[in-house]
């Protein structure tokens, strides 16, 4: 289990950095069927939603090409959940990857439009 | 960043201005082209990709949009792989955009980071020069159609990161040498030379004067005869190719990527199968593509077995034959192609071959000789200057050693022959007799009283109709002209009669 130790160290990480840049966290680890939320948080008016990805060198690429459309519409799936359960459907949304590589946070504001 | 690079397009024959557009900004990695690109263009990613990192550059991990301007036009082809890569490093700032050097950029690349061959460049090449562009960098496979453009910087790379060194100005590169156009190349296809066709004496004098004069030809005869040997001696004697014929011959092949040996320097000789359909023929495909009729523009066109054609397919050779242009419609795009090629087309007289042979008996009924040359229109016929009857050789011609007149005599008439055409022609855009309308027959087939009391003669006992009068007009301004006369005389006009043989025997 030692990479998901890592894991939920980096989304420890990511989660202390959001909290000072003005991020009020509602959720962490929010899973369902259709996939699953590392963190939903509310900033500058919008609903957001987190993925956190960590690694320990780019010797594998940049974390944030781990996100792979496939992942990308689970999240969005969950985040549709995650909205139709706390009856909020019409808020503006915004998807943020997080990047964490060796202490240092990456933050991509609304990562999925390109 | 935003980095700009010039390359160019294709719409038929005629290039066109494209502008790619590469921009980059951080966030999640993408690869996004837009401007109607096909699968083509749009598969430009991979190969970019590893292209990109297998020439020692590191591919961004960016959001990456391309653009490939004007948006409104079909882009196809591999030849944006270049200057997109060239593109994509300047955006990522690996190379300096500021100082770039400004060029037309083509290129295909493969995965080690070589920049392949691409088709269609000559025609870009040249629309781009009209245009005003100067400096191309262009693959150097493509090099050798590209040398006899004068007036421009043509630089030929074989890698990614060479095209990168001249661009930044870190190596210089000598551009292509131009060289002046001379086709004086021995021709090549030994086997098929005149010299090795025994007896066929009148078929030999048809062929040479359809050659002199541009003439469409029908040779028709019973199997074994020797048609198909006649008819592939043919590029044996055509005259040389002008450089104007050349270079639109090239461009043609050059879409059709079949300039294998880098350019054009003999008229082509293009034999279609009778299984070709239409559209092989006149061109087409979603693409709109140059057909066989295109391909041999300014060179022949033999359809062996003319018969055996669909119908259909003999059909649109009409429009062509007159106009000596193609319009390929299709519902993207419509295209104008030249067409305009000699046309070598040989028969049987009947199902069994022998109908009106001086040695075998037909064995076929009259209905069954009447349907099968039924297959051939009455104005496609109209359309062929010269028939000739081809009957089998006798043993004593097969027998003889004695070597017949080589190619290469017959060759040198016929160039004297095309340039009297020329010069008498010259300003019309016209270059032989077979293009000559009414209105120039009228002017340069004058006939002597003699002559014309012959044609008023065989003009109501053959049949003749307005049609065939002029098309005899014109091949004995040929046959004058293989005999170095200024005016047609009454040989001349009698000679010329007799090759309407299918107007006459045939036409049951």
């Not at chain 2, 300003?427 to 009391?453: F, H, P, W």
Request: net charge neutral; proline share 4%; glycine share 8%.
């Amino acid at each position: 289990m030692n990479t998901h130790i890592k894991g939920v160290k980096g989304e420890d990480i990511a989660a202390d950095y959001l909290v000072k840049h003005k991020y009020k966290i509602l959720e962490r680890n929010f899973k369902c069927r259709f996939g699953e939320i590392d963190i939903v948080a509310v900033n500058d008016g919008f609903v957001v939603f987190v993925e956190v990805k960590s690694r320990a060198s780019d010797k594998f690429g940049l974390p944030r090409e781990a996100v792979t459309p496939y992942k990308r519409q689970r999240i969005i799936g969950a985040a549709k959940y995650w909205l139709y359960l706390n009856k909020n459907t019409g808020a503006p949304t915004r998807f943020d990857v997080v990047e964490v590589m060796c202490e240092e946070v990456t933050v991509l504001k609304d990562a999925f439009r390109n | 960043m935003l980095a700009l690079v010039k390359s160019y397009g294709l719409k038929g024959l005629d290039g066109f201005s494209v502008q790619a557009e590469i921009d980059m900004h951080s966030g999640m990695p993408t690869y996004d082209i837009v401007g109607l690109a096909d699968t083509a263009v749009k598969e430009s990613k991979e190969r970019i990709r590893s292209a990109v990192k297998n020439s020692g550059y590191s591919y961004p991990v960016a959001s990456v949009v391309i653009n490939l301007a004007p948006a409104d036009i079909k882009k196809e082809g591999t030849l944006y792989d270049l200057p997109i890569a060239i593109g994509m490093l300047a955006a990522s700032k690996q190379i300096p955009y500021d100082t770039l050097k400004k060029a037309v950029i083509l290129g295909e690349l493969s995965l080690n980071g070589e920049v392949r061959k691409i088709n269609g460049l000559l025609p870009m090449i040249i629309s781009a020069k009209q245009q005003g562009e100067r400096v191309f960098v262009i693959p150097r496979d493509n090099a050798e159609e590209a040398v006899f453009i004068e007036g421009t910087e043509i630089y030929a790379v074989a890698t990614l990161s060479e095209a990168v060194a001249f661009l930044t100005g870190q190596t210089e590169l000598q551009p292509l040498t131009t060289r002046s156009w001379q086709n004086d190349v021995e021709y090549r296809r030994g086997d098929n030379d005149f010299k090795y066709i025994k007896g066929q004496f009148a078929a030999k004098r048809a062929m040479e004067i359809a050659v002199a004069g541009g003439h469409n030809i029908l040779m028709v005869g019973p199997p074994g005869a020797g048609k198909t040997m006649l008819a592939r001696a043919v590029p044996s004697i055509m005259p040389n190719l002008t450089f104007d014929e050349a270079l639109e011959v090239a461009k043609i092949h050059s879409i059709s990527g079949q300039l294998d040996g880098g350019f054009i320097y003999e008229r082509p000789f293009r034999t279609p199968h009778h299984s070709a359909t239409m559209v092989a023929l006149t061109g087409g495909g979603n693409k709109a593509r140059p057909g066989e009729i295109s391909l041999a523009h300014n060179g022949v066109l033999f359809l062996d077995e003319l018969p055996e054609y669909s119908r259909q397919t003999l059909e649109t050779l009409r429009q062509p034959l007159e106009d000596g242009v193609i319009t390929v419609a299709r519902n993207a795009v419509s295209v104008t192609y030249p067409a305009d090629f000699m046309l070598i087309a040989s028969m049987n007289p009947c199902p069994c071959g022998n109908y009106g042979s001086a040695t075998a008996e037909c064995t076929c009924s009259a209905s069954q000789i009447h349907r099968y040359l039924g297959k051939l229109s009455g104005p496609l016929l109209d359309r062929i200057d010269i028939h000739i009857e081809v009957d089998n050789v006798t043993y004593y011609d097969i027998q003889s050693d004695t070597l017949a007149e080589p190619s290469e005599t017959i060759r040198k008439r016929v160039n004297i022959a095309r340039e009297k055409q020329l010069s008498r022609l010259s300003g019309s855009g016209k270059r032989c007799n077979a293009q000559m309308t009414t209105v120039d027959i009228k002017k340069y087939c004058k006939l002597d009283k003699e002559s014309l009391t012959l044609m008023e003669d065989s003009f109501d006992r053959l049949n003749l109709s307005a049609r065939a009068y002029n098309r005899i007009l014109k091949v004995a301004r040929t046959i004058a002209d293989l005999d170095g006369a200024d005016n047609i005389s009454v040989k001349h006009i009698a000679e010329s009669i007799q090759y309407r043989s299918l107007d006459r025997k045939y036409r049951v």
